[in-house]
């Protein structure tokens, strides 16, 4: 491999990107007022500056200041005493409007509200006033140029703002939150008070953060830590990740909080993970922090402190995609011809679970009475010219292997084999689709695919089969032994080489590769040809920091992860390393999503994604149809067989382990049925075709309620429950199908309960 020098690096965390300094001057506001440039206030001056460089310096005294981008003008605040002053973001020489007397003293934070044009201060109580003036889109001529400041309201004559903590403002609701003696309260812009916004007040609350997405609030205090309460005011969780108060904090994404707390460490809070990760010691403490997020930028955290401005960058590559119980061990994209996709997942509680790559929902369990561990997975649904089949063959370390059909919510093992199975795959074994089992003893065991009838058996060795790896293009089978593989030919059955190696703990093909990654980190990498292989990367240097735990292919790339909580994304044609990701956790697993790359990384507790642009760029796969590499099919099963709890925390769905209860009566009976079935059903047996198909039937259900047009038996009893109540049909036409069917259940469930009563009635009499 040539290692590459343009290796892009993506690290998880808070960075240094710059630092600003000038002299003794004491910062105490920092204003974006471009892409590029800011503007940093001291009591006696103003700098313009970018990044690290001073651009221009104006003598302009200051005690607070905020910019408003509408306008494009910065409003000032003079040390005492204190007057209002406002320019033009581009014009700091000469002001709209200044010395304006304000009657309020302490001024340190102001808040812009864009829906009611108020501008809100904060120091001894709280004022608003009301700024008109010309829009900056709308600014034409010189007549354009005017301000106009109305005090419009003081209030909260108990509060005294802090430095460092930032006033919530929720702009929706038209609302202000600050602490006073008596705990938080809620007051409108008329200086109205609205009690207390959380059902169990404080004083002691140090933050209180309200999302305006999902209409949820944080807050924090040193006696209850960090809590999360619904639009209600009800605490609905408690975060036991940190328990030191936090004293401001902004939302970076609905999962992802930035945070600076007593223990003076500027950290990233996972609330749906509720992990905290310490990334950055702020020394000396800091006088005021800003948040800086753009459309399209890098978001930049800003530290004002004593004499100097600092700007942090904010990295985030992932976000969580599904919680999970146990740890995953193994993610799978399991893809279906003229079907849709599944993601399965093994965890270490030896359970497999596969959801829809959409809506990430569980879709099936399959969770196996044997005593051993899952130590190979085979989903087989379908193949071309083939018959269509979708079950899954597992073997585990106990020597069974168990085929499985995935027709029902939970999986039931149809087939057992006690063969002293290692691994299996499904393979072309001359001429014909076979499955090759690799035993503990050194033996491929071949079974016919269609009737599974034991064929022969080939390649006796004194050592286990580690793994059977199966190239088509080549026709070659790879069976993986403890010190060395031989290569087979997939037509003739004949042996073609043996070569010297030692096994690691993960090997794949993928493309035209064969890779085995190894405990150190490195890896052993040939390219598979014809008539040879050819040997692209050597086990030298380590390249992941401990094991290698995960190997996934797509078109034109490949990732291996490690459990040093890295991914390397390499290239297929060169076998170069183009991208490295770190995260912070250890990565047990890792699989792409589908063909926009989208990819899947496997934790301690949860399976996050990566953003598949934030790594390739608009560059996908090709578009496959038959294989719908881009999930634009939807899985009969997603929302259907099982009931899913929804965590209140976050989007993300929770499974509920007790969902078997909640099934219905109808499909267990369903289930009993097919257990029947597989219970009588002999080795030999092609029992795909005996078992019926819960998805046929529910497509078949639910293909009369998804019709653009009633069916005649719907239009007759319309009719006729229409002429019962003398009501005229006509104007049924003109209503939606959908509205229809609801008329005509309501009409049906009021018609019975009339007969019901009158047969009541006639039997009284």
């Known amino acids: 491999m040539n290692e590459s020098e343009e290796v892009k690096v993506i690290n998880f965390g808070i960075f240094d990107d710059f630092t600003m300094s000038k002299g003794s001057m004491c910062f105490h506001s920092v204003l974006k007022i471009n892409e590029f440039e800011y503007l940093s206030c001291a009591p006696k001056q103003i700098i313009k500056f970018e990044r690290d460089r001073i ?23 003079s040390p005492p005493p204190t007057k209002m002053s406002i320019y033009f973001g581009d014009q700091l020489n000469e002001p709209i409007i200044q010395d304006i007397n304000i009657d309020q003293v302490g001024i340190c934070h102001m808040v812009w509200s864009e829906r009611n044009r108020t501008l809100i201060t904060f120091g001894i109580g709280v004022s608003t006033y009301l700024i008109e003036m010309v829009p900056k889109i709308n600014r034409i001529a010189k007549y354009d140029i005017w301000a106009r400041v109305t005090f419009l309201k003081h209030f909260a004559i108990g509060y005294r703002a802090n430095l460092l903590s930032n006033p919530c403002w929720i702009e929706t609701k038209n609302e202000l939150v600050i602490p006073l003696k008596e705990g938080l ?36 205090d040193a006696d209850q830590g960090l809590c999360l309460w619904n639009k209600h005011g009800r605490m609905t969780h408690h975060y036991t990740c940190i328990s030191t108060p936090i004293f401001v904090a902004f939302y970076l994404t609905n999962e992802f909080l930035i945070a600076y707390d007593s223990s003076m460490y500027l950290s990233i809070i996972d609330i749906k993970t509720e992990r905290y990760f310490p990334m950055v010691k702020l020394y000396p403490r800091p006088d005021k922090i800003f948040f800086d997020r753009s459309y399209g930028q890098t978001t930049r955290v800003i530290v004002s402190s004593q004499n100097s401005v600092k700007v942090y960058k904010v990295i985030i590559p992932w976000h969580l995609w599904k919680r999970t119980s146990t740890t995953p061990k193994l993610i799978l994209r399991c893809p279906r011809a003229n079907g849709a996709a599944r993601i399965g997942v093994l965890l270490s509680d030896a359970s497999i679970q596969f959801y829809s790559p959409v809506s990430r ?44 059909g995935t027709n029902q919510p939970l999986l039931e093992p149809v ?59 080549t026709n070659s089978i790879f069976v993986v032994y403890k010190n060395k593989f031989s290569r087979y030919d997939s037509v003739s059955g004949t042996k073609m080489e043996d070569y010297s190696f030692e096994y690691g703990c993960i090997g794949a093909v993928l493309g035209d590769l064969l890779i085995f990654g190894y405990e150190n980190g490195s890896f052993l990498i040939h390219k ?238």
């Open 528 to 765: 598979i040809e014809c008539k040879k292989l050819t040997c692209l990367h050597h086990k030298g240097r380590p390249l992941h920091i401990g094991r290698v735990t995960g190997l996934t292919g797509g078109n034109s790339f490949f990732v291996s992860s490690g459990l040093d909580g890295s991914c390397l994304i390499w290239t297929m044609k060169n076998c170069e390393v183009v991208i490295e990701i770190k995260f912070p956790l250890p990565i047990f697993c890792v699989a792409f999503l589908n063909g926009k790359r989208g990819l899947l990384v496997g934790t301690d507790s949860e399976i996050m994604i990566v953003n598949g642009q934030s790594l390739f760029g608009k560059n996908v796969d090709p578009e496959d149809p038959l294989f719908d590499n881009f999930d634009k099919k939807v899985d009969t099963f997603d929302g259907g067989a099982l009931t899913l709890l929804e965590d209140e925390n976050d989007n993300c769905e929770e499974d509920d382990l007790g969902f078997l209860d909640q099934i219905s009566a109808r499909a267990r009976k369903e289930r009993e049925e097919q257990e029947k079935l597989m219970s009588n059903l002999p080795i030999n047996t092609n029992w795909s075709d005996k078992i019926p198909d819960v998805r046929e039937v529910t497509v078949k259900k639910s293909d009369t309620k998804n019709k653009k047009e009633l069916t005649e038996e719907e239009l007759n009893a319309l009719k006729e429950i229409n002429e019962l109540n003398g009501e005229n049909n006509s104007n049924s036409n003109s209503n939606s199908i959908q509205i229809i069917r609801m008329e005509l259940m309501a009409k049906t469930n009021h018609l019975k309960m009339m007969m019901n009563m009158r047969k009541i009635t006639k039997k009284r009499k």
């Open 185 to 220: 309260m809620r007051y409108t812009l008329d200086g109205e008070m609205k009690g207390s916004p959380v059902s169990l007040n404080s004083d002691k609350f140090t933050l209180y953060l309200y999302n305006e997405h999902n209409k949820k609030a944080l807050t924090s």
């Open 55 to 77: 651009k221009k310096i104006y003598n302009i005294p200051s005690a607070c200041a905020t910019y408003l981008p509408y306008y494009d003008a910065i409003i000032i605040i």
């Open 415 to 473: 087939v057992t084999l006690d063969n002293k199975a290692a691994c299996c795959v499904l393979s072309m074994f001359q001429g014909k689709w076979c499955l090759l089992i690799g035993t503990t003893t050194g033996d491929i065991l071949v079974y016919s695919y269609d009737k599974l009838q034991f064929i022969k058996r080939f390649g006796k060795e004194r050592s286990k089969v580690e793994q059977i790896y199966h190239h088509d293009k």
């Open 361 to 404: 929902k569980m879709l099936t369990l399959c969770h196996a009475r044997e005593v051993g561990f899952p130590s190979c997975i085979l989903p087989d649904r379908g193949m071309l010219n083939v018959v269509q089949r979708d079950q899954l063959f597992v073997t585990f370390d106990n020597g069974k292997t168990a085929i499985f």
